[in-house]
């Protein structure tokens, strides 16, 4: 094909390639959410709804995407995580979060109704923005899933206390805001049990840890070392890069059939990785036995 005298401003274009070997974070937020809460009348501070919905997204963009390896999100984000080695696109980082950021909008917007079914939306619609972070190790990946963990707990204490104090105290959200400014977090707990006899630790998992979401393999037994390198920052990548192209076709075979679990659970301690080795070797575990497998056995 012939070139046009236009063709020059492709040059125009400036690579943005990540740096290989290091892990791939892309997080998605929801804009003006606040706004879109009150629009919908979504239940303070957790509308179980938009959760359940905020997951089956991400559990969609899981199933688009067996390179992500694992999602966690709470309120109206997401973080969406790509193994170190991974060559999808490229690499490209405008690729990767526009396309992870389009395709969960889509679903978002798609499974609406089947969440909110007597809320039809209407403009302006749902977006989100999208944004690729790296980390070099495995231990600052660990410490940014750790931190959004954190950053749940923290907010969700301080919502729950705050509604409660508004809905049920009675005061002004102001007043609820210069009650809470500097009480710690043991004084919050405290000032919900004897205000209002609630149990922080009884609210539901998913408000207060958020949601992990996950292929689902065999667990690893409790406390049984488990064979092979179980640290990734010990693969220079050569291993990788000789996989060949039948094995690969092999792996993503095997992940396409793994459910996708959406779970509530504490990722900041080191059970949850140690009984799921596969999420941070990037090779697929054992697919649990099928009920036609039984049947034949
Ligand atoms: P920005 O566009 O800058 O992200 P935002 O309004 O989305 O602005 P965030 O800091 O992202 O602000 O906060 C999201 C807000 O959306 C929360 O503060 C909360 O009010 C609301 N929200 C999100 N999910 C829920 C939910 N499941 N239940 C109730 N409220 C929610
Ligand atoms: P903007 O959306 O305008 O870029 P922001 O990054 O400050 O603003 P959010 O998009 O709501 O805000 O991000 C949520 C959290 O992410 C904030 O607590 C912010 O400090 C943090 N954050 C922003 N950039 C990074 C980054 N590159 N690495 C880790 N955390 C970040
Ligand atoms: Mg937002
Ligand atoms: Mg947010």
């Known amino acids: ?6 063709e020059y401003v492709r040059e125009f274009e400036q690579t ?9 974070v892309v997080r998605i937020d929801g804009r003006g959410f606040h706004k879109l809460s009150t629009k919908y009348a ?12 905020m997951n089956a997204a991400a559990v ?7 390179d992500v390896i694992l999602g966690y999100g709470d309120s109206d984000e997401y973080s969406f995580i790509f193994h170190k080695s991974t060559s999808l696109f490229q690499r490209r980082a405008s690729k990767l979060s526009t396309t992870i950021t389009s395709t969960f ?3 978002y917007v798609y499974l609406w109704p089947t969440y909110f079914p007597m809320k039809p939306l209407s403009p302006p619609l749902p977006s989100f923005d999208g944004r690729c972070v790296l980390y070099p190790t495995t231990k600052d990946l660990r410490n940014y899933l750790a931190w959004r963990q954190a950053d749940c707990h923290i907010n969700n204490l301080y919502n729950t206390i705050f509604h409660t104090l508004v809905l049920r105290g009675n005061l002004s959200p102001q007043e609820a805001e210069a009650a809470l400014s500097t009480t710690t977090a043991s004084a919050k707990n405290e000032m919900l049990f004897q205000g209002f006899g609630i149990n922080y630790n009884n609210e539901p998992e998913m408000y207060r840890k958020g949601s992990v979401v996950y ?3 065999e667990l690893a037994p409790v406390g049984v070392p488990v064979s092979g390198n179980l640290n990734p920052d010990d693969d220079d990548g050569a291993e990788r890069a000789s996989l060949s192209k039948t094995a690969a076709e092999k792996e993503k075979k095997i992940r396409s059939k793994a459910r996708i679990a959406v779970e509530h659970v504490d990722i900041i301690k080191d059970d949850f990785w140690e009984r799921r080795p596969w999420i941070l070797s990037g090779k697929s575990g054992i697919l649990p036995p099928t009920s036609e497998d039984a049947m034949m056995t």
């Open 1 to 6: 094909m012939a070139n046009s005298k236009y």
């Open 16 to 24: 943005d390639l990540l740096l290989p070997n290091t892990w791939i």
């Open 42 to 53: 979504f239940e303070k501070p957790n509308d179980r709804s938009a959760l359940d919905l």
């Open 60 to 66: 969609s963009v899981m199933k688009e995407f067996p």
């Open 105 to 107: 909008t889509a679903h």
């Open 215 to 217: 292929r689902a393999y």
